[in-house]
């Protein structure tokens, strides 16, 4: 496994402080199917403290710290550094009752998910796969490390992350899994922000649509606002996977949920606005001069949602064709008219807004004789 400076580096200083080191889970894992490696997550004998006495000099997030992780940064890069641990019952969902860090890594990999992530790698020792997780790669097969009810029950997000590592590694889950994963879906519809991560992460891998559509029944379950025939025909449409994130997050109201950025919430935003606008210019209007930069997309968008008016698409096509007035600068009246008028120059702008909101209700005032009469009669 060909390694940068840097990874070698904390193997030096590890072994040097005589704690083990590995590579864990999926660099390993994409190592030996030839897939990309992204992401580097080490696991090590060495404890917290113990990593943060001595990585000293380096740049380090402790904030996981009692949970047994801290992150590295070198070189504009960040690596995650875990002690071994086993985790012992089930606090809540997700959270185990009580987690012990232990000594050897041969226990700390009975607490991970699948077998093919649970592949470790040290320079000294090669590849270490403790429950045949080469096995697995080689027949192509998603496993649970243990049995699948307590896996799940242990962290339900499991189940669906299982799904999508089978669509993105094209390896196969075994039709009695498939059958439980229907029983225990509901357990995964109770998590929040983790669920929806998961199902954009879906998104970006090619062939996704099919893939729901393939396991409709358990997806329905997780995600309900997936559960409608808009939504399916959404999939069987010719949409771009990447927007396909916009159509489920319409239906959603609490941003917090979903892992957006700024202009992705401005698009759902537009979007969520759409039901209110009808066959209205005036606020279709509106919505072309807020969204100008994001339209094209927003109109993508509504094109598949057959619950908002067409009408929208419509009246845009109509403004455009027109050559409404959406801008201050579309009217047609200068600086040079208001100073004419002996219009004090600190109320220019208050007259130029004035007169533009008029015209985005009435579009055939803007010429230049009625905008004159309608300054004369007050502003």
């Known amino acids: 496994?060909?390694?940068?400076?840097?990874?070698?580096?904390?193997?030096?200083?590890?072994?040097?402080?005589?704690?083990?080191?590995?590579?864990?889970?999926?660099?390993?894992?994409?190592?030996?199917?030839?897939?990309?490696?992204?992401?580097?997550?080490?696991?090590?004998?060495?404890?917290?403290?113990?990593?943060?006495?001595?990585?000293?000099?380096?740049?380090?997030?402790?904030?996981?710290?009692?949970?047994?992780?801290?992150?590295?940064?070198?070189?504009?890069?960040?690596?995650e550094i875990t002690t071994f641990r086993k985790e012992l019952g089930v606090k809540d969902i997700r959270y185990p009752e009580k987690t012990l860090f232990v000594s050897c890594i041969e226990e700390d990999v009975v607490r991970r998910d699948f077998t093919v992530n649970t592949l470790a790698y040290n320079p000294d020792c090669g590849i270490v796969d403790c429950l045949n997780g080469i096995n697995d790669l080689m027949l192509k097969r998603i496993r649970f490390v243990k049995d699948t009810v307590e896996s799940i029950n242990e962290d339900p997000i499991r189940l669906i992350r299982a799904l999508r590592f089978s669509l993105l590694l094209g390896f196969s889950i075994s039709e009695e899994d498939l059958e439980l994963f229907n029983n225990y879906a509901y357990l995964v519809e109770k998590l929040g922000k983790i669920k929806y991560d998961e199902l954009f992460k879906l998104f970006k891998i090619i062939g996704c649509k099919k893939f729901i559509l393939k396991y409709f029944n358990i997806y329905k379950q997780v995600y309900k606002e997936l559960d409608n025939e808009m939504f399916k025909n959404v999939l069987n449409s010719d949409i771009d996977d990447d927007l396909l994130r916009y159509i489920v997050a319409v239906n959603i109201d609490d941003?917090?949920?979903?892992?957006?950025?700024?202009?992705?919430?401005?698009?759902?935003?537009?979007?969520?606005?759409?039901?209110?606008?009808?066959?209205?210019?005036?606020?279709?209007?509106?919505?072309?001069?807020?969204?100008?930069?994001?339209?094209?997309?927003?109109?993508?968008?509504?094109?598949?949602?057959n619950n908002y008016p067409s009408k929208i698409i419509d009246n845009i096509k109509l403004i455009k064709s027109e050559n409404h007035c959406l801008n201050v600068k579309d009217l047609k009246i200068t600086y040079l008219d208001l100073e004419m008028l002996n219009i004090p120059k600190n109320e220019y702008a208050k007259v130029f807004n004035y007169l533009f909101n008029i015209v985005l209700k009435d579009n055939s005032l803007n010429n230049y004789e009625q905008l004159i009469e309608i300054i004369k009669k007050g502003y």
Not at 20 to 29: E, N, Q
Not at 281 to 288: P, V
């Open 1 to 79: 496994m060909k390694l940068n400076d840097d990874i070698e580096k904390l193997f030096k200083i590890f072994k040097e402080n005589n704690f083990k080191l590995y590579i864990i889970g999926g660099a390993v894992r994409n190592y030996l199917l030839s897939r990309p490696i992204d992401d580097y997550d080490f696991a090590t004998s060495a404890t917290p403290d113990e990593i943060i006495k001595i990585l000293v000099g380096y740049k380090l997030d402790t904030y996981q710290s009692k949970l047994g992780s801290i992150k590295v940064h070198i070189n504009k890069r960040i690596y």
């Open 255 to 305: 941003y917090s949920l979903l892992s957006f950025n700024k202009i992705d919430k401005i698009i759902i935003k537009g979007l969520k606005s759409i039901d209110v606008i009808n066959d209205d210019l005036y606020y279709t209007k509106l919505l072309m001069i807020e969204y100008k930069e994001l339209l094209d997309k927003i109109l993508v968008l509504i094109k598949y949602l």
